[in-house]
């Protein structure tokens, strides 16, 4: 009976925020002043919240009669993990990122103010649009409240073990944080067509940025995750899945930038609308890719053709329908400006074409295997990482390039501290050789390049901090930019020395025999056994010794079955140090009694994450500044 | 206002410029990363004429793994229940490998002793998930 409840409630969702959508648009048609409609979402977040807990309920009292539970969960699995196998599978996960947008859309009418309440119901009217849609595709073809009809199943499936994890309960929460704030900007900007233009770059800037702090965030949460618990400590793939979060990412950089100019300068509104609508595209689109199951990926969703095409004809029709609107608009630039060729202008437009071509290239090499099947006949063909490697490293290292004089260029026009950058630059780039020599003996050209960047990208900032630094209005307003800038140097130098600095050894071991990795050595001293509820573990207990200073300490991997769902999973053991990760996994117990394992000593890659964190930090900084502080 | 017009026209070339580079990086660098897949019945009726890393793919044939003692040298079949092909691997296997489960080997193929040596073997996580090309390769 309760999960009905909630399988109602979705339809009463549904309904009001059709409702919603159909009588602004009309409203605003036909000119007829009407109620206040921004009140709805209340209503909706509230329903959606309680068909949440119904579904919460069901997977927490083990109501295995509900199918999505039953595929999801299983009666030994810890009480924790059964609050968060409820976005474990497609259909839950979904309505997480409904709940989701509804909450964008509460926090978004709470904190802003029109003077026309037209125009605030004409812009969440936009948001309605995404939000109906995809209620209509949970209720019509991926209902989590599905019974299981006739005989319910006694112990379900279990929740897949990889997800089993703390990094898992918290990475999609936040990355659907991420995409579902974009729905904001799109909103605003298909407003905008029509029209509403009351604060709309400060809004479109602002929203942007913030849904922008929780993708970064997800996304290194689930890189994050993906190096220990896939278990052979790799951080990113460039599995599809991947790119689908990368490519929004991307486009939603690019927009808050060109919404900078638009809301400063009066110019590049067509682009910054234009970029709003593909960020939001850019999130159907990964959505259909991983969901769809049309590409092969880590991430293996129940895969079912229907739900790829609803998926794709809902994306095409939300295409087609914001281009439709934008190509009827007229918006015009202020063109009396002028700007010489070193200004803010002409940087954040370099910004803008690198960071879309590279979104460009990313989604290109996900989505050709499809096309390149569809054209040749169906054969069948994957694009390897290095493509990926090789296309996104030049691009990246203009990005940074030009990154860093960037955000010292005013304005207008002025070539001001060029010359201080430049000594900077030259500096830093001479401190870090010596000091990169010193530490690794070696660099490889990829660490050059790493060289290079993060000190253009530094200097920016160091100059740009000491100019303002009186200032303190000033140095504020421009603090969430440059934490978010050092970010990126900090996660360009974690991904520099991982790649290239990294040592790995497969060895195979007996207990009481040794292997040497880098300056460590690894004996295999013992064996155990541990007995979970739902799972079962052997363990191999490494004494690692460091050989430079005699230090020493116990890592212990686990070989791990879990006999619900008959998977195996590989535990691995990190030591963290302050130069680096020593990280073990074990491959297999041999019959001889001998374990397979791989050893891997990993410098620095725990800067990868930390840069995100700053990033993420300062976006939201620099959203609490705009929106608080008057 | 020249030199507005200067400056459009710096503009265009600088975007133009950069769209053709990139272009052309992801036209090279597709020509080298891109790897088809065969079955061991394409293996055998076409065998890829280029040396260039493929990937093979069908399940793992029942009683054919063989371990290298003291080595991670490994030797298993791939068959697609028509044909079969014999693979060598150093290293690691994913924890799904398993005989008669479906299997992805990436490396390349020598036709003269009808022998693929493996750089990398993938078996997907879900243990009921067959890989879309195995599946195919199976019918």
């Given amino acids: 009976m309760i999960p009905e409840i909630g399988n109602i409630l979705l339809i009463l969702a549904f309904s009001v925020s059709l409702l919603s959508f159909i009588s602004a648009t009309y409203s605003y048609y036909a000119d007829i002043k009407i109620f206040d409609l921004s009140k709805n979402i209340y209503l909706i977040f509230t329903l959606l919240l309680a068909s949440f807990f119904i579904l919460e309920f069901s997977f927490l009292t083990d109501d295995f009669s509900v199918l999505y539970v039953a595929n999801n969960s299983n009666p030994n699995l810890p009480m924790y993990y059964k609050f968060s196998a409820l976005w474990g599978g497609h259909e839950g996960s979904l309505l997480l990122f409904v709940l989701i947008i509804s909450i964008w859309m509460v926090v978004f009418n709470l904190l802003s103010s029109y003077s026309k309440i037209e125009e605030k119901n004409l812009v969440l009217s936009f948001a309605h649009l995404i939000l109906f849609s995809l209620l209509g595709f949970i209720i019509f073809s991926s209902n989590p409240f599905e019974r299981l009809i006739p005989i319910a199943s006694m112990s379900g499936t279990d929740l897949n073990p990889l997800l089993q994890d703390f990094a898992f309960t918290i990475h999609p929460p936040i990355l659907y944080l991420g995409y579902a704030g974009l729905i904001i900007p799109f909103s605003l900007a298909l407003a905008r067509c029509f029209n509403v233009s009351e604060g709309w770059t400060m809004y479109i800037r602002n929203w942007t940025v913030i849904s922008w702090s929780f993708l970064t965030l997800g996304i290194a949460l689930g890189s994050w995750w993906a190096y220990y618990e896939l278990g052979w400590g790799g951080w990113w793939f460039w599995d599809p899945v991947e790119n689908s979060s990368l490519v929004p990412w991307l486009l939603a950089t690019a927009l808050f930038h060109s919404a900078i100019v638009s809301n400063s300068r009066k110019i590049f509104n067509n682009w910054t609308i234009v970029l709003s609508i593909l960020s939001v595209i850019g999130c159907f689109i990964g959505m259909f890719l991983v969901r769809s199951g049309i590409l092969t990926s880590v991430h293996s969703f129940a895969l079912d053709p229907e739900r790829g095409l609803i998926l794709l004809l809902i994306t095409l029709a939300i295409t087609l329908y914001s281009f439709f609107i934008f190509f009827r608009s007229d918006i015009s630039d202020n063109n009396s400006l002028n700007y010489s060729i070193i200004s803010k202008e002409y940087f954040l437009l370099i910004n803008n074409l690198f960071l879309v071509i590279l979104a460009v290239i990313i989604l290109f090499g996900t989505v050709y295997p499809i096309f390149y099947e569809i054209f040749s006949d169906g054969k069948t063909i994957s694009v390897g990482a290095p493509y990926f490697n090789l296309v996104t490293v030049p691009i990246a290292f203009f990005l940074a390039f030009f990154q860093g004089y960037g955000v010292l260029t005013n304005w207008g026009s002025s070539a001001n501290s060029i010359k201080s950058f430049l000594i900077t630059v030259s500096l830093m780039i001479f401190i870090s050789f010596i000091f990169s020599y010193l530490i690794f003996n070696f660099l490889s050209l990829f660490n050059v390049l790493g060289i290079i960047m993060i000190s253009f990208i530094l200097s920016g900032v160091i100059i740009s901090a000491l100019k303002t630094y009186n200032d303190k209005k000033i140095f504020l307003n421009k603090l969430g930019m440059n934490l978010a800038h050092i970010g990126i140097a900090v996660t360009i130098f974690g991904i520099g020395v991982v790649s290239s600095h990294s040592n790995s050894k497969e060895v195979i071991l007996e207990i009481g025999e040794s292997a040497t990795l880098s300056n460590y050595e690894f004996t295999l001293i013992a064996e155990d056994f541990k007995e979970e509820p739902n799972f079962y573990s052997q363990i191999a207990i490494f004494n690692v010794e460091n050989l430079s200073n005699g230090k020493n300490f116990d890592l212990k991997p686990e070989k791990s079955f879990y006999p619900a769902s008959r998977s195996i999973m590989t535990e691995s053991a990190i030591a963290i140090t302050p130069k680096e990760d020593v990280y073990i996994s074990l491959s297999e117990r041999l019959d001889s009694g001998e374990w397979i394992a791989k050893l891997q000593t990993k410098p620095f890659v725990r800067f990868i994450w930390l840069g995100s964190i700053l990033m993420c930090l300062g976006g939201i900084f620099s959203f609490s500044r705009r929106m608080f502080v008057k | ?139």
């Avoid at chain 2, 975007?15 to 580079?21: A, D, M, P, R, T």
């Avoid at chain 2, 793992?60 to 791939?78: A, G, P, Q």
């Fill in chain 2, 1 to 139: 206002m020249k030199q507005h017009r200067k400056n459009r026209i710096y503009v265009i070339l600088f975007v133009g410029i950069s769209i053709l580079i990139s272009i052309f990086l992801v036209f090279s660098a597709l020509q080298e990363n891109i790897n088809l897949f065969y079955s061991p019945t394409d293996l055998k009726n076409n065998p890829p004429v280029s040396d260039k890393s493929i990937r093979a793919g069908g399940l793992v044939k029942e009683n054919s793994l063989k371990r290298d003692k003291d080595s991670l040298k490994i030797k298993f079949e791939i068959t697609d229940l028509k044909n079969t092909i014999s693979v060598s691997y150093e290293g690691l296997l994913p924890d799904l490998f398993k005989e008669n489960k479906g299997v992805v080997a990436t490396g390349y193929f020598y036709s003269t002793s009808n022998e693929f040596i493996a750089y990398e073997i993938l078996a997907k996580h879900d243990e009921n998930y067959v890989p879309k090309e195995v599946k195919k390769a199976l019918e």
